[in-house]
C-alpha cells in the first residue's frame, strides 16, 4: 500500500467514526500533560471520569504543585500506577518553580493555565530535574523527557496535541495500525522501521488529528487483530488481580480509608497475610515510592 492510500483509508474512516474525548477539544498543554500521564497503560474509558475530577481538583499546574500527596493519591485512585501521581506532582513543581508561565516550545505556546506571577527557583540544587531551560523554554520533545515520568511517548504526544510538533511517535494502537498495513507477512518488527514508515506517512498539515486518527483506528478496528504481537516489543499485559501491584494498591487503598490515612504497622502486616509476595517486600517498595511513610509504630500516606 501506497503512503497516499494508506492516508486516504484511515482518514476517510476517521471523518465519520472520530472518538469525542474530553482532552481533545483543548490546546492547553497542562490539560493534555494530565491526560497523558494518565493514559499510560490504563484504558480510556476508566481516565474519561478521572481526568474531569482531577482537573477540578487540581486545575493549574500551580495547584498540583502544592497539593499534599494524601488529597493527590485520594484524587488519583482509581487509575493504578500510583507513582505516575506522584511524578506528575513533581513535574508540576519544577515547571512552576522554572516559571512555567514561560514554558515554551518552538511554537510559542504557553503553559496558559499556571499563574503568571514568577515563582522561586527549585530549592534543592541536589535535584537531577532541576534543570537550567534556555529562556525558560522546552524546546523539544526531548527536553520533555528530563521531567518525571516523561518518557519518550509522552514527550512527543505532549509536544504534538499541545504544540504542534510533527515527530511520529508510537503507542500499543498507532504501532498496530502501521504493523496491519506495512508489516502483514514479517515478525519481530522493530520499532525504529515502523517509526520510519510513520514519519513519512505523518500528515505535517494536522499531526493532531492524524495522530487522533491512528488512535481510533488501532483501538476500534484493529483491537482483535493480534497485529502487536509481530512487534519486536510486544510483551503481554499480566493480570492486575493476585500481581505484585494489586497488594499495593491494597495497602494505599486501606489507608486512604483510613481515619488520618494512617493504620498501625501491624494491621497492614495482617492486609498482606495473603499475598505470594514477602509482606516486607511490599512495604518497602512502597517506602522506597515515597507512596507511604512509616513510624515506629505506623504506616500513613
Known sequence: MTILAFQRTILSWYKTNRRDLPWRNTKDPYKILVSEVMLQQTQVTRVIPKYKDFLKAFPTLESLSKTSDKKLLKT???????????ALKETARILVNAQAAKFLTSSRRRFSTVAKRKSPRAQNP?????FEVRSLEILSPRELETLPGIGPYTARA???????????FLDT????????FFFKNKKDVPDREIVRIAQKALRKKDPREWHYALFDYGATVLKNSGANRRSRHYAK???FEGSFRSFRTKVVNFLLSQKQNRAPQ?????????SPYPKEKVIASLLKDRLIKQSSTHYSL
Open 173 to 180: 494502537n498507532i504501532r498496530r495500525v502501521y504493523l496491519h
Open 237 to 239: 499485559q499480566s493480570k
Open 158 to 168: 505532549v509536544s504534538c496535541f499541545a504544540f504542534g510538533n510533527t515527530e511520529a
Open 266 to 274: 501491624k494491621t497492614i502486616e495482617a492486609l498482606l497475610k495473603e
Open 76 to 86: 488519583w485512585a482509581g487509575l493504578g500506577y500510583w507513582r505516575r501521581a506522584l
Open 126 to 130: 541536589k535535584s537531577r530535574r532541576d
